[in-house]
């Protein structure tokens, strides 16, 4: 074994002075306790990010074109825009707001039309039924979501009764009967209480709107190549149309999820910072308690730079266990919450009903590198003043 770290690893185990044991076990155990929560805490995060964005594209399409005074001759535009590169399927699809009747009770809904044979190609909606597919879809039939189904004691087969707000024909035909052809579950709380599924023709009756619909809805190959898509899309329609991307129409919500990361990171980070100034003091003292042993080395030949070393090995080996330690623990807690989900959360609040964890490589290297780089930067200083003692000084009352 090489003379300095022989010498590193001597100074810290230190097993006749306990006080240095115990603040390098503090020392450690605040790395540990910081790398920990750092990598827990991302670990949410980017599970909340991650669970969010799936349930946000499998609900939807990845692109959407739409025109103000909606989209006629569909099906030609519907064509071209299938045939684009990076397009696996499109679908055709109507918005509008309606309200659901149900006893004394009135609910707004958004209803939308949609293509039953098209629909389960572009969305996850046939995972997410628990009975039936989309396909199946009748004139008056309907599919609605789990949490309005849970709350207004709908099952499978009744009756349902919408109100059309502005249905086109004066004083006629403003309430629409259909029966439960289906419950679905996406996971999303605002889509499974809010959100109802009926046939194109139905819709295109209820809002009077004729042979138009809203817009196209794209399924893409790679949802991260939609900005690409979106500017072939206008090469090739013109910009008489308005093309939104998945990003776009969530984009407030996913900016702010990271700047909640980035800003858990600062934060916790902060965690680390502090825990390294135990490594600070346990070197300072360190050296202060070896000033003879220092002394004793520089007489016989050792270097400024020999001395600098065992001191600095000697704060990194403590930053180094303490950030093994942190992320060992950190890693046991994530697997856990991801295996056993026993954090339950409010799903009308944040949209999932547990509590999600992501594990990502560059997360935790970034983590266990910023860690390290804190733990060396602590060490500057006390290797530093531990190098400059002179021999004469270091045994003068010795």
Not at 38 to 55: A, C, N, P, Q, S
Not at 118 to 146: F, H, M, Q, W
């Amino acid at each position: 074994m090489n003379f300095e770290w022989w010498l590193t690893l001597r100074y810290l185990c230190a097993k006749k002075d306990k006080f240095l044991s115990v603040i390098n076990f503090v020392a450690i155990a605040g790395i540990a306790i910081g790398v920990m929560a750092l990598i827990i805490v991302i670990g949410v995060m980017t599970g909340f990010d991650h669970d969010l964005r799936e349930k946000i594209v499998g609900a939807n399409a990845h692109i959407f074109v739409e025109r103000e005074t909606g989209v006629k001759n569909y099906e030609q535009l519907n064509e071209r825009l299938r045939n684009l590169p990076g397009v696996i399927a499109t679908t055709a699809y109507i918005h509008g707001n309606v309200f659901l009747e149900s006893g004394t009770r009135a609910a707004s809904l958004i209803l939308r039309g949609v293509n039953p044979a098209s629909e389960g190609a572009v969305t996850r909606i046939n995972s997410y039924l628990s009975r039936g597919k989309v396909s199946d879809l009748k004139k008056d039939g309907v599919l609605i979501g789990s949490q309005l189904a849970s709350y207004y004691g709908y099952h499978v087969g009744d009756p349902l009764t919408i109100i059309a707000p502005a249905s086109g024909v004066a004083g006629a035909g403003w309430r629409y009967q259909f029966k439960v052809a289906g419950i679905f579950t996406s996971g999303m709380y605002d889509y499974d209480m809010n959100l109802i599924l009926v046939t194109l023709p139905r819709a295109q009756e209820i809002f009077n709107i004729g042979p138009t619909v809203t817009g196209i809805g794209l399924k893409l190959k790679d949802p991260d190549h939609a900005p690409v898509v979106k500017k072939e899309i206008y090469d090739q329609i013109g910009f008489s149309y308005l093309v939104r991307t998945w990003m776009e129409t969530n984009a407030n919500f996913f900016a702010a999820l990271a700047l909640e990361k980035f800003a858990m990171f600062i934060i916790l980070t902060l965690i680390v910072l502090v825990a390294s100034f135990n490594i600070v003091s346990t070197l300072i003292v360190t050296v202060t308690s070896k000033v003879k042993d220092i002394g004793i080395l520089k007489s016989i030949g050792a270097s400024k730079s020999c001395i600098r070393r065992i001191f600095t090995w000697q704060g990194l080996a403590v930053g180094l266990m303490g950030t093994f330690w942190g992320f060992a623990g950190g890693v046991a807690v994530i697997i856990l919450l991801k295996k056993y989900q026993f954090i339950k959360l409010p799903q009308d609040i944040y949209y999932i009903d547990h509590l999600p964890v992501v594990i990502q490589a560059s997360d935790v290297g970034f983590i266990v590198g910023a860690a390290m780089l804190i733990t060396y930067a602590a060490t500057v200083y006390p290797a530093f003043k531990a190098a400059s003692l002179e021999p004469v000084e270091a045994l003068r009352y010795e």
